[in-house]
């Protein structure tokens, strides 16, 4: 049996590396931690959360796939959450919804990757 200790990032594949790297730092505050020109990647960190962004030219996630990234956040900060999502224009594809005896919402980034935020925690 091979022991895991932790996650040490996600890793998602993007179109462009610069105007996803905005997102994710004008949204949720990343700091990007390595940024990799010659390879286009960057490693980003909020907390102890750590995404791996992987450029690939024409990149356009899968219409219906299930694969997600999801980020816990206090029930007092979920509305204010979906206001700024909204505020932003950015494209929300499920809820906000009661889901798991809190509420869940599922938005997309530039390149169509999912993205939840909910509560409560899973365990």
Do not use: W
């Not at 993007?14 to 905005?22: C, H, T």
């Not at 390879?39 to 024409?58: C, H, K, N, P, S």
């Amino acid at each position: 049996m091979i022991v895991i200790e932790s996650v040490d990032h996600v890793g998602l594949t993007v179109s462009n590396l610069d105007r996803s790297i905005e997102f994710y730092r004008d949204l949720f505050d990343f700091d990007v931690l390595e940024k990799f020109g010659d390879t286009r990647q960057a490693f980003l960190r909020v907390g102890d959360i750590v995404i791996g962004l992987y450029e690939i030219e024409g990149y356009k996630n899968q219409k219906g796939t299930k694969n997600h990234l999801s980020f816990y956040i206090d029930e007092e900060d979920f509305d204010d959450a979906v206001e700024e999502i909204n505020e932003k224009e950015i494209p929300i594809v499920f809820g906000p919804d009661n889901l798991r005896k809190g509420k869940s919402v599922v938005f997309l980034d530039p390149d169509g990757n999912q993205i939840e935020l909910c509560y409560p925690r899973m365990a």
